[in-house]
């Protein structure tokens, strides 16, 4: 408390506020109690002051769990259709599962959750660290931020004594020197949730950063974060959650963590992080290069794994979590936890670029400024096009990494061309053309897995619930590092996106780190049951993932979104591939549609993507 005293609170009479935490009711209208959970919710409307414990709706987390599935049914029942997601109309949700804070594997993450200002859709983003758990010894399940505060602030949280804080001396500040001084200024023992520059600036590709190197990446909280005026959010818990049998569930938990986590098909996550990916994608044809109009890179072993992780000076892993796929690189005088897949494909052979520490350092910076580094990339990559093809002289051109580095900081903090580019490629391409290679769908930038190599992905993307991400349904798993289905069909692709779109959803909703890859349906099941104490069947796991799906296109869909936004850039269907596995390939239309439609037909949605009024009203 002593270092808490240099801090300065805001307007102390309206915002120093402790209060007492409101208890939930134990049973009534919102369903009763269940053990995992704290049954609690942290309410703060900035624009008023009010600040309130509540009891978590127990009935729709039957119904969806936790994280993003909670998260989503939140949102659709709060927000009024058709606000502005930078108004202070817009919530940010921060939402936990019944699993956090125990030492389930790989339970220790957190989803953050809005109205997209990238898309205008729904939006949840999953992120690492430490700060779920902080949230849920604090005694809540999920944070819910209302409102606006009139300047900029930070939100100190300790248990049930909640303060507003002035964050004038940290705005305009990167998120990892902000991360630092309140570290500084509190202790190690608090988490912390930052924007940088990016996130003050409202830009679209604004993350939220915790514990320096994790993100909450995708389709702008960071942004939404910025409009509130919140600068960080510092937060610690002294609780606990209760489970039914603590001796039980250790035991259980041992076994699960030898006999399923620390196998080869999860540990190489350790061992190499996600540089593992290159050499798949090179191997698979689904590399992207140069903005998306080829795939492979003759000198892609110039910043491969091998390269990378000659520099490794230390590894880091997430709360709770079994794996540790965090490596902290030392490449010449930068040092940076990561870089993953995405960050190293996006600032290498997508931008023509082969310099190793160069991909570091941009990795660095983006993460520092607050920015995505996919949607920045490709942003600047289709610049670089742009340029090179004279239609928008954007004044850089491939392979210029430097000028690449320096554009993520004008972006992020909106200054010359990075003002312009901050747009995303979804605005810029209507304002300036280029609109066929503008590697988009519905506003949120293309991840770094080529769909014409991997068909799936071309769906997947198209019906991702918050615009173009490999995280819904990661068909190139199935189709390049399996191969277990056809890459160059449509054939089965709706059945593939489908039985991985709601798997995903059901994994999110609890929590669970990706990287876990060999968990099962029925082990979910038995975990929840540990935490809860309830029972569930793998049946309604399957129905709670479908539902989770159904309930983020009804929300979408209330934006106005249907089928017609489901869509890939002109690029995929009319250029071919010229290298790699997949030469030759690029989609026929007619496929697109098809699998479309097969996915319309799995999700009991009409031909025009539309759900019917019998799912919605189930929801
Ligand atoms: S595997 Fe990596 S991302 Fe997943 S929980 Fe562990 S450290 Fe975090």
Redesign the pocket.
């Known amino acids: 408390m002593k270092r808490l005293l240099s801090a300065t609170p805001v307007a102390a009479n309206r915002f120093a506020c402790r209060f007492v935490r409101s208890r939930p009711c134990s049973t009534g209208k919102w369903g009763r109690e269940m053990l995992g959970y704290q049954n609690n919710l942290l309410r703060i409307n900035l624009s008023t002051g009010i600040v309130q414990a509540e009891p978590l709706r127990m009935d729709w987390a039957k119904k969806y769990i936790g994280s993003k599935g909670l998260a989503i049914k939140y949102l659709y029942e709060e927000l009024n259709p058709g606000i502005d997601p930078l108004s202070e109309d817009n919530k940010l949700i921060f939402m936990t599962t019944p699993l956090t804070g125990t030492s389930i594997p790989?339970s220790?993450?957190l989803s953050i959750a809005a109205k997209s200002p990238a898309t205008g859709t729904i939006c949840d983003c999953s992120i690492?660290g430490h700060a779920a758990l902080k949230i849920k010894y604090a005694g809540y399940d999920a944070m819910i931020l209302e409102g606006k505060y009139e300047k900029p602030c930070y939100i100190f949280i300790e248990d049930t004594h909640v303060e507003i804080m002035d964050a004038g001396q940290y705005w305009g500040l990167g998120a990892h020197v902000t991360e630092a001084m309140l570290s500084e200024l509190y202790g190690h023992e608090y988490s912390y949730l930052t924007i940088g520059p990016a996130g003050e600036t409202k830009c679209g590709m604004a993350c939220i950063n915790s514990d320096y190197y994790r993100q909450a990446g995708r389709g702008g909280m960071g942004a939404v974060m910025g409009s509130k005026n919140v600068k960080a959010v510092v937060i610690k818990g002294t609780g606990s959650v209760k489970i039914p049998n603590i001796r039980e569930a250790c035991r259980r938990i041992i076994e699960i963590e030898k006999e399923n986590v620390l196998q080869e098909d999860n540990t190489y996550?350790f061992d190499t992080g996600t540089t593992a990916f290159l050499e798949a994608c090179q191997d698979g044809g689904i590399l992207p290069k140069k903005n998306f109009s080829d795939t492979t890179d003759d000198r892609w072993t110039e910043y491969n794994g091998d390269v990378l992780l000659k520099g490794l000076e230390g590894k880091?892993?997430?709360g709770s979590?079994?794996?540790?796929?965090?490596n902290f690189l030392k490449l010449g005088d930068v040092i940076c936890e990561g870089p993953e897949y995405e960050s190293i494909a996006v600032a290498g052979p997508n931008v023509c670029n082969a310099d190793a520490i160069k991909i570091l350092k941009s990795n660095k910076v983006a993460d520092d400024m607050g920015l995505d580094t996919i949607s920045a990339g490709d942003t600047i990559a289709w610049a670089m096009e742009m340029t090179e093809k004279g239609i928008h002289d954007f004044g850089i051109h491939f392979g210029e990494i430097d000028k690449y580095i320096e554009y993520l900081e004008l972006m992020a903090r909106a200054e010359g061309i990075g003002a312009e580019l901050a747009q995303g490629v979804k605005r810029l391409s209507e304002k300036y053309g280029g609109q066929d290679f503008a590697m988009h769908v519905k506003g949120l930038e293309y991840p770094q897995y080529e769909p014409r190599g991997s068909w799936g992905m071309a769906l997947a993307y198209a019906v991702s619930d918050r615009g173009a991400c490999h995280m819904r349904a990661y068909a190139a798993n199935e189709e390049i590092f399996t191969a277990t289905a056809p890459p160059y069909t449509s054939e089965g692709k709706g059945e593939i996106v489908y039985r991985m779109g709601w798997w995903s959803a059901v994994k999110f909703s609890f929590g669970i780190?990706?990287?876990?890859g060999t968990i099962t349906l029925d082990l979910m099941a038995e975990i929840l049951e540990l935490v809860t104490g309830e029972q569930w069947t793998t049946k309604e796991l399957e129905e709670i993932g479908v539902r989770v799906l159904n309930m983020a296109r009804a929300f979408n869909q209330r934006e106005g979104f249907n089928g017609k936004d489901d869509t890939a850039p002109k690029r995929i269907f009319r250029e071919v591939l010229r290298s790699g596995a997949g030469a030759g390939q690029k989609i026929p239309e007619a496929a697109f549609e098809d699998m479309k439609q097969q996915y319309y037909k799995y999700m009991g949605w009409n031909e025009k993507g539309i759900v019917p009024e019998a799912i919605l009203e189930a929801l």
């Open positions: 790989c220790g993450k690492g996550v880091r892993g997430c979590c079994g794996l540790g796929c965090g780190c990706d990287f876990w």
